[in-house]
């Protein structure tokens, strides 16, 4: 009987011991496993915030920077044409060029879209605007009867993708964009 009990007593330690065992091990893979969620998590959240503060909220801003400049042409304004719709070009077109590993993969296509129709509006501006000798009698500068219109669909895409972001990032009330 003593033997008995010498031999169960055993087998309890022996289960308890391995059932340690094999807790320790599975809490260990459990919490690197969730340890390497949370950086995932905290790396794409990172992203999200990159992409918000230094590419998408700075183009969402001259978007609608040079919209309002084209809303309010009634004729020919180099002002308008040259510090905020040529420069509003050019930093949307940099950031594009500078930021592209910030640009959602999704939207690849629309940042080349937008980035043909800015090269080509530049080099008509430079051909109207720049040199020696201007001209200053050339209508504002379109590069939709070169056959590159603007982009419409592909700023929305650009707009649409910041308000998902900040919303996903900052929202207590949802961002509405336009």
Same mark, same amino acid.
């Given at each position: 009987?003593n033997?008995?009990?010498?031999?169960?007593?055993?087998?309890?330690?022996?289960g308890?011991?391995?059932?340690?065992?094999?807790?320790?091990?599975?809490?260990?893979?459990?919490?690197?496993?969730?340890?390497?969620v949370?950086?995932?998590?905290?790396?794409?959240?990172?992203?999200?915030?990159?992409?918000?503060?230094?590419?998408?909220?700075?183009?969402?801003?001259?978007?609608?920077?040079?919209? @309002?400049?084209? +809303? $309010?042409?009634?004729?020919?304004?180099?002002y %308008?044409?040259?510090?905020?719709?040529?420069?509003?070009? !050019?930093?949307?077109?940099?950031?594009?060029?500078?930021?592209?590993?910030?640009?959602?993969?999704?939207?690849?296509?629309?940042?080349?879209?937008?980035?043909?129709?800015?090269?080509?509006?530049?080099?008509?501006?430079?051909?109207?605007?720049?040199?020696?000798?201007?001209?200053?009698?050339?209508?504002?500068?379109?590069?939709?009867?070169?056959?590159?219109?603007?982009? @419409?669909?592909? +700023? $929305?895409?650009?707009?649409?993708?910041?308000? %998902?972001?900040?919303?996903?990032?900052?929202?207590?009330? !949802?961002?509405?964009?336009?």
């Amino acid at each position: 009987m003593n033997e008995m009990r010498k031999s169960f007593g055993q087998l309890v330690l022996a289960g308890l011991l391995s059932g340690a065992v094999a807790s320790v091990v599975v809490g260990v893979g459990f919490t690197a496993y969730v340890t390497r969620v949370e950086e995932e998590i905290r790396s794409q959240r990172q992203w999200k915030e990159e992409s918000v503060a230094e590419l998408l909220g700075p183009i969402n801003i001259q978007f609608d920077r040079t919209k @309002r400049a084209f +809303e $309010r042409w009634e004729s020919k304004n180099l002002y %308008l044409e040259l510090k905020i719709i040529k420069i509003g070009n !050019e930093t949307i077109r940099d950031l594009l060029l500078t930021k592209g590993h910030l640009i959602p993969p999704e939207l690849l296509d629309d940042a080349g879209k937008l980035i043909e129709h800015y090269d080509v509006w530049l080099e008509i501006f430079e051909k109207q605007r720049g040199g020696n000798e201007p001209d200053l009698e050339a209508p504002f500068t379109f590069a939709g009867p070169a056959g590159y219109p603007f982009p @419409r669909g592909s +700023e $929305r895409n650009f707009k649409e993708k910041y308000g %998902l972001y900040w919303n996903q990032l900052y929202a207590v009330a !949802e961002y509405q964009g336009e």
